[in-house]
């Protein structure tokens, strides 16, 4: 069976992210509208696309504001394929993923002996991006320190490189993310109140599937579509899977939706079944037994590390100090996950 890449950007659309950015028509799907590399025909997507078709055509910095999995990053790509700089790079960059020593180095590049390891010069992400358009996915999850850095560049269009003397001019648009709310980001020193305002001066909202309408109905007969195709299949929803579709919330939004069509199909003879939500919250509830936790195989990535996460804090007394340290992440990355959890209930009550 041929392999889909359920982490690439094109996950969260059911689009290739490869193929040449598109005008808006619609697809082969009734119904199913798309922008470039984004799907969707509800109204909160038709206004996404006006919003994107009108700051394309500009330089201006953008930050895409959205839960984990509404494809912040597939917006990313759309902005840059619409506009002029569609022809040079398009870098993309998480910054929640590079220690935060390293976050200055790799966005402006080093001198060699800069700093221990460095035994030649790079150049960082803002030159590889020269021309084009630099994406920073997860920016609250920069240190402020970090952050001044990136703010003088954007104002300026100069940096230094680390240990570096020459003044460096870019000609780079920046478009942000992150799954937070920036004012709370700014209130908890996860993010500067000067830089947010430098990113957002084109704000832009992801909306998560539960506010997508028919969306959720339309993306997965999508999605089954292009399974069908590259398996020489005929396989369609039952009854029960269209229902599911239709009254279940999708914490994990398109991501989530785009999973459970996958792991359907590979076990469906000829009739899908996705599980209906209650199994599914009972299949991801976890197994313990003394201090060990077991996890269903099948179970996805994020909803096994939030199991893991609020069992170690559970194990640890609620002592998120002693629990970051035991799962060897820093004590803001663990409010982090745990706020985006808290928010993740409140929303699933407010569905209910």
């Known amino acids: ?160 490189r680390v240990g570096g003397n020459e003044l460096i001019s870019g000609d780079v648009r920046v478009i942000a993310a992150t799954n937070r709310d920036p004012a709370a980001a700014v209130k908890e020193n996860g993010l500067r109140e000067d830089l947010m305002y430098r990113l957002a001066v084109f704000p832009l909202r992801a909306p998560p599937l539960r506010e997508r309408e028919n969306d959720r109905e339309l993306l997965a007969q999508y999605f089954l579509a292009q399974l069908n195709q590259q398996e020489g299949a005929n396989k369609s929803f039952s009854k029960r899977s269209i229902d599911t579709l239709r009254t279940w919330s999708w914490p994990g939004n398109v991501r989530e939706l785009k999973n459970a069509v996958y792991r359907a199909f590979i076990l469906a003879e000829k009739t899908v079944e996705l599980p209906h939500p209650h199994l599914a919250s009972r299949v991801k509830k976890p197994m313990t037994q003394g201090d060990a936790m077991s996890v269903w195989i099948g179970t996805p990535l994020a909803d096994a590390q939030k199991q893991i996460i609020l069992g170690t804090l559970k194990y640890c007394g609620g002592d998120k100090r002693r629990a970051a340290k035991a799962l060897g992440v820093s004590l803001k990355t663990l409010y982090n996950r745990l706020s985006t959890y808290s928010n993740e209930s409140t929303d699933e009550e407010s569905d209910q």
């Open 1 to 160: 069976m041929a392999s889909i890449d359920l982490d690439s950007p094109s996950a969260c659309a059911g689009s290739d992210a490869s193929a040449p950015a598109k005008q808006r028509g619609a697809d082969s799907i009734a119904g199913l509208q798309s922008y470039g590399l984004l799907y969707g025909s509800s109204p909160v997507m038709l206004d996404l696309y006006e919003q994107i078709e009108r700051v394309a055509s500009t330089d201006a910095t953008a930050l895409i504001i959205g839960e984990s999995g509404t494809g912040k990053e597939l917006i990313a790509r759309t902005i840059h394929d619409q506009s002029s700089r569609k022809d040079a790079p398009f870098v993309a960059v998480n910054c929640g993923a590079i220690p935060d020593e390293l976050i200055e180095a790799e966005l402006f590049g080093h001198e060699k002996g800069s700093f221990t390891g460095a035994v030649q010069g790079r150049i960082g992400y803002f030159e590889h991006a020269n021309g084009g358009t630099l994406f920073l996915d997860e920016i609250t999850e920069m240190a402020p320190v970090r952050q001044v850095k990136l703010l003088r560049a954007l104002e300026t269009g100069t940096f230094y």
